[in-house]
Nanobody, 115 residues
């Protein structure tokens, strides 16, 4: 089992920045990858970014160059730095941990970008 606790969401104007945090209940090295997904109203949950236990990152095209995933291994925490936010980034953001063969999810944190 992996418990995930997210924080850092909120309301921001377009062009602004936010940083999300996700604290895991076990070592980041004990999972295959961690990442972020998001779900906007009326839409399916979509991939945003992941980072593997080896440090390899992957991003959705819609956030490349604006979002950055990073981690603090000592704190078992993954971060999502979001810059140049757009109204279309508005969604509930979910932290994800993948430990074969299971996916684990946080409770979600709301990000709202006003125009």
């Amino acid at each position: 089992q992996v418990q995930l606790v997210e924080s850092g969401g909120g309301l921001v104007q377009a062009g602004g920045s936010l940083r999300l945090s996700c604290a895991a209940s076990r070592s980041i090295f004990s999972v295959n990858s961690m990442g972020w997904y998001r779900q906007a109203p009326g839409k399916q949950r979509e991939f945003v970014t992941t980072i593997t236990s080896g440090g390899v990152t992957n991003y959705a095209d819609s956030v490349k160059g604006r979002f950055t995933i990073s981690r603090d291994i000592a704190k078992n925490t993954v971060y999502l730095q979001m810059n140049s936010l757009k109204p279309e980034d508005t969604a509930v953001y979910y932290c994800n941990a993948y430990r074969v063969p299971n996916h684990y999810w946080g409770q979600g944190t709301q990000v709202t970008v006003s125009s």
